[in-house]
């Protein structure tokens, strides 16, 4: 039987460069392999954002927008929304039932994300709650493997000890999962700092040409290369980095002006952000073109709740017997 995926994106925000790199590029080659379920987590989205959801509607159409112009094949893949599938909401109260506070309380992510985000106010129920619900996510489709970012393995953990704690009191009815970590490339924000949404130092994969260049040109490049006639070291560059992952072919010759004091910094802003206006010229454009039919990305949402509504309900049907809900 072909094994099973499942992964999920909170609409928060633009989906930019990282997402591409750190996940998108991945779930697209894994369609080849297994069958994929890709959930775009509102129910999650609104744990942080519920003081102001205003613009969560249109993340998440773009976010199916941007997944479908960076290869993710709905023809292929189920991609949905969670909140159109009523069982994870099911699943996530049986689980809060059987899952002591301190694994919450304790657990890395959630600590990190109330520093964080300390502008907003999440020392709320339902945050705390957030890893109940991925859990309820993951095991919902019984999935053999979550490919994922090594910031998300303590919620896979957490996971496997829902499935066995169930398990325990129940019977037996959910496998352990694994993780597939994904190798995140180093692609650094225009500040030289992750590139995050809540750091605004992203390029978004939607960005026109022109928002490009003025982002790249605000880039971080090699501190002790100050004048025109200093050599540069371009593996203390961020720039250097963009070059060598989205046009390999050019970095050599990147490597030799800037060590060579052949060319400046301004210049080499100014390229590459004709680099990731071509790269990602493509994406734009198919994006752009969905976006215009707002009908048809609802259409590829409303089959992929549809295929997912029914492993969803296969496995809460097991559920419901097991804890005795008739
Ligand atoms: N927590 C994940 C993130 O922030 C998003 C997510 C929600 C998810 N449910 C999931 C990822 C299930 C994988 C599987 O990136
Ligand atoms: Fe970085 Fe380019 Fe300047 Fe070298 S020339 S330091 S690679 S911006």
Redesign the pocket.
Known sequence: MTKRILSGMRPTGPLHLGHLFGALDNWVKLQKKYECFFMIADWHALMSEYEDPSRLPQYVIESAADWIASGVDPKKSAIFIQSHVKEHLELYMVFSNLVPLGWLERCPTYKEQLRELSSRKLHTYGFLGYPVLQAADILLYRANAVPVGQDQLPHLELTNDIAQKFNNLYGDTFKTIKPLLTKIPKLLGVDGRKMSKSYGNFIALGDSPEVIEEKCSQMF??PK?IKLSDK?H?DE?N??AYYNLLRKGSAGE?YD??TNAK?G?TQ??KDLSGVVSDYLSDIRKKRESLLKDKGKIEEILAKGAKKASKAASETMDGVRKAVGLI
């Open positions: 490049t090699d290369r540069g371009p560059c720039l250097y990147v002006y800037c060319k910094c080499c802003k």
